[in-house]
């Protein structure tokens, strides 16, 4: 059975010096920033689905194992595995990823971390089920259980189903971070663009005075210069 130590010696052999320079800097890794700690090694993600596929059948005590490792490429590798296994689970093991995805926000800690799981996991688990999870993230002192929250609806969204992204986008407008207005923000363009541009347009008239600038950007990012001029004016 492959090992947590086998995936992080890949990676670490795929690495790059010079890259890992560059993704410290482009993920913020500096003190007083959103990723201060985090630590790379110089790996892409392309590279990392790879390893995620070579290494799909181990086990959830050493996907854990990763999920813990301050490198930032085994987290989100470890992460890779964990939607490749959910993906070819039946809804017992499907049960089990979700659950365990749960318990282990805490190590989801970037922006792509979040990005990358958070609808084809927790997303897509919940899609047929109740969603209160959501709202309880939603409400978490953790940045990125928040962003969890609003980017699992990628998933409903997808298949067409706005409520809960808007729900939660109305609870997370006063949210100061920018990565969460960017997330919100994008989410609600997401709205506009596979489900109705009218519910997206009553939306943001409806609280386009209390949303953040970045929000209202990103929300009408596919709207004609014309259009995006008037809400931006008002």
Request: glycine residues 6%; hydrophobic residues 40%.
């Amino acid at each position: 059975m492959p090992t947590a130590a086998q995936v992080e010696k890949k990676l670490k052999k795929l690495g790059s010096a010079e890259r890992a320079r560059n993704l410290s800097w482009f993920f913020k890794t500096g003190k007083g920033q959103y990723g201060y700690g985090d630590v790379f090694v110089g790996v892409t993600v392309p590279e990392q689905r790879k390893v995620a596929k070579e290494f799909k059948e181990i086990s959830l005590i050493e996907v854990g194992k990763l999920l813990v490792n301050k490198i930032h490429e085994c987290r989100l590798t470890a992460l890779l595995i964990l939607v490749e296994q959910y993906k070819s689970g039946d809804e017992k093991t499907k049960t089990k990823i979700a659950k365990f995805y749960l318990a282990h926000t805490k190590y989801i800690n970037n922006w792509d971390l979040v990005d990358l799981s958070a609808p084809r996991i927790l997303g897509d688990y919940l899609l047929k089920r109740n969603r209160k999870i959501l709202y309880k993230l939603a409400k978490s002192k953790n940045m990125w259980e928040r962003r969890i929250a609003i980017l699992a609806t990628f998933t409903f969204i997808y298949n067409g189903e706005s409520a809960d992204a808007l729900k939660l986008a109305k609870m997370l407008l006063g949210d100061t971070h920018d990565l969460m207005r960017k997330a919100v923000g994008w989410m609600l363009r997401e709205v506009g663009k596979r489900c109705s541009r009218p519910t997206l347009v009553k939306f943001i008239d409806k609280n386009i005075s209390h949303m953040p600038r970045t929000t209202l950007r990103y929300a009408i990012e596919h709207f004609s210069p014309a259009e995006r001029k008037k809400f931006l004016a008002k």
